[in-house]
């Protein structure tokens, strides 16, 4: 019988497999990151750094602060209303009957296999027709079409037969329709509630092409980027993708550490 | 069996009984399939009953009806003279507790324990005094400021109890509450649960398919199948003179003869069978198929005692031990079901040996239906 290799020469492919990978998805963002604290004013190599005037210069840009609030506001506000529509979706289907409730269940996540792309087309002639100004609101309309589904599939997916039971027992103890909602459904389903929330919040955050489509004077962060690009690179994009990319870096691990430390309890 | 005025107190005195439910004529149709079949029922204030039946009887639709889960298609329900057909679960004077327990995961034990309270708005010290009593019935005081997920099965189910029971409820509806526990533990609970509804008063209504179960908690056992009442009364009543074929068989093993009224007068009838004629108690017409119900215990191996009479020799097929008794099938010739014959303790029997069998027809029981 032949000795088996050691160890470490066993998992070498492996490990070098691994190593290509993780280089392929985040030595992009790493330079990226890396370039943001460069000294000059182009941002290729030689790195002549450290310095964070790229930062100051972002974080004094008033357009650039003016898009960030809206971000965080379009982020938020849409990000809710998607959890809210979702979860009152989610019940009904699954706790009512809903005459139809497979076609409606379809038409719910139909959106997840559109392309924002076209979404957005289709919201700008929509919103042409009705006469709707392109605004904020309308990014946060757009916003809302692309999460809501996935808010419904994730609170629809944890609404078990034995959940349904706990809510009877509710109900039979003198919980009338709200009370029953709001003190048994809603906490019980709060990590899938908080789930789809912050995942909500992180789609909506980088979404570019519906908030390009249907903006106009108020944009968002990921337009006001775009904008700053045209004008070629220079390390304030770097510094301020770098801000983007810490952001959505943030919001996973809360997401991370709230919900899914949690169940593990 | 007729459906038609029966009362779990045995005997019906119009307008004496206080019923505690009511159940008049109600029907339950699911699409094609009919679960219930116009079941008239009354249930006396302050007993303990246990609906019985194997799964597609109709008794946990029953029960779901009495507890404002479902509608009945026809009929109505009466909860203390007031009709509720149509009245929400919240707003019923019934709790349940649930087979699955159905506790609120994320309240604490006490939390759970007042949360009924806590609809009917009662203030906040009563409601903790009334927790803690209820938890100091199900001898869980200590685990009040507990999660759910801490407590065993066992624990479970009491707090379920004590919930279902801290609101003070007019009935009480146990879905199959013991189902989910192991044997030792289900039978501390029958005890448990026995020894409650004493102390508490409430009407309780169990719904199980299990018999043992049924014939150690329940001043009254209603026999269910196929939606409707096969038979109604004390448990003892119901294991020595069951008035139908189906509850003879549910309720305990029985042995069947099949046979025909030869004569009949004077509450005795005459059956002729391939075993012999035998007159029995009861009231049948002449000429009348019938059968002839014994329990396995009632049969007598190798001697008659008092007024017994010989059924012939029987072939033992098999044999086992069950602790208390060894229990055997024997074939008699004439027969065409083999005997089930329980024989004492100590006294084993090899398949293939010849046995002896008799009977007193005091034992057997007359079945027309």
């Known amino acids: 019988m032949a000795a088996r290799p050691p160890r470490l020469l066993r998992h070498l492919p ?113 919103f042409n027709a009705v006469g709707m100004p392109k605004s904020l609101l309308t990014i946060g309309i757009g916003h809302v079409v692309i999460n809501l589904p996935l808010c419904f599939a994730i609170v629809y997916s944890q609404m078990g037969d034995h959940q349904a039971n706990i809510e009877r027992a509710a109900r039979d103890l003198g919980a009338a329709e709200w009370q029953v909602l709001l003190l048994v459904t809603v906490p019980i389903l709060w990590p899938a509630l908080f789930a789809s929330f912050f995942l909500s919040v992180t789609f ?50 809360v997401l991370d550490l709230i919900v899914f430390r949690r169940r593990k309890t | 069996m007729s459906t038609g005025g029966m009362t779990t107190g045995g005997m019906t005195k119009e307008g004496m009984s206080a019923a505690a439910v009511e159940l008049d004529r109600v029907t339950k149709r699911f699409d094609e399939t009919l679960a219930l079949d116009a079941i008239t029922l009354a249930i006396e204030e302050g007993s303990f009953v246990v609906l019985l039946g194997p799964s597609g009887s109709g008794k946990t639709t029953l029960l779901n009806i009495l507890g404002g889960f479902l509608e009945p298609t026809n009929g109505r329900v009466l909860i203390k003279g007031a009709d509720v057909t149509n009245v929400a679960p919240a707003k019923r004077p019934t709790t349940t507790v649930f087979q699955d327990y159905a506790l609120f995961p994320h309240m604490t034990i006490a939390g759970n324990v007042g949360f009924g309270l806590a609809m009917q708005g009662v203030a906040k010290p009563e409601r903790r005094l009334r927790v803690e009593t209820a938890l100091e019935m199900v001898g869980l005081a200590h685990t009040s400021a507990r999660k759910v997920h801490q407590l065993s099965g066992g624990q479970k189910q009491r707090i379920a109890l004590a919930r279902a029971l801290v609101v003070e409820p007019a009935v009480l509806l146990l879905d199959e509450p013991l189902g989910a ?140 031990f069950f602790g208390t008794h060894h229990q055997c099938t024997a074939k008699l010739d004439e027969a065409e079901q083999p005997f089930k014959v329980r024989l004492p303790q100590k006294e084993s029997i090899a398949p293939g040996a010849d046995l002896a069998l008799f009977v007193d027809p005091a034992d057997m029981v007359l079945l027309t239906g």
């Open chain 1, 204 to 253: 909506s955050w980088d979404e570019f092409i519906i908030a390009f489509m249907v903006s106009r004077f108020e944009v968002t962060l990921p337009v006001e980027i775009w904008s700053m690009l045209r004008s070629g690179l220079n390390p304030k994009t770097n510094a301020v993708g770098s801000f983007v990319f810490l952001i959505s870096i943030a919001t996973v691990l």
């Open chain 2, 181 to 320: 526990l192991d044997l030792k533990l289900r039978c501390q609970m029958q005890e448990e649960l026995k020894a409650i509804q004493k102390r508490v008063g409430t009407t309780f209504v169990h719904v199980t398919h299990d018999q043992d179960e049924a014939m150690a908690i329940a001043d009254t056992i209603v026999v269910m199948n196929e939606g409707r009442i096969e038979d109604l009364g004390a448990p003892e009543r119901i294991y020595l003179r069951p008035r139908t074929r189906f509850a003879a068989g549910f309720m305990g093993d029985s042995n069947f003869i099949a046979g025909r009224v030869a004569e009949a007068a004077g509450g005795r009838v005459t059956v002729d069978t391939a075993l012999g004629r035998f007159a029995v108690e009861g009231a049948a017409e002449v000429g009348q198929a019938v059968a002839l119900s014994i329990r396995p215990e009632h049969v007598q191996a190798v001697e008659a005692r008092g007024a017994a009479r010989p059924l012939g020799i029987a072939r033992v097929l098999e044999s086992g």
């Open chain 1, 14 to 126: 492996a490990m070098i497999y691994a190593a290509l990978v993780y280089g392929f998805i985040f030595l992009p963002v790493a330079v990226l990151v890396l370039f943001s604290f460069q000294g000059s004013r182009i941002p290729i190599p030689p790195f002549n750094g450290p310095s964070l005037k790229w930062y100051a210069a972002v974080f004094s840009d008033s357009r650039m602060m003016d898009a960030l609030t809206n971000s965080i506001l379009v982020a938020l506000a849409s990000s809710l209303v998607s959890v809210v529509l979702g979860f009152l979706a989610a019940y009904a289907l699954a706790r009512q009957r809903v005459p139809m409730a497979g076609l409606i269940q379809g038409f719910l996540t139909a959106p997840l296999t559109v392309s924002y792309l076209i979404i957005a087309m289709g919201l700008l002639i929509t």
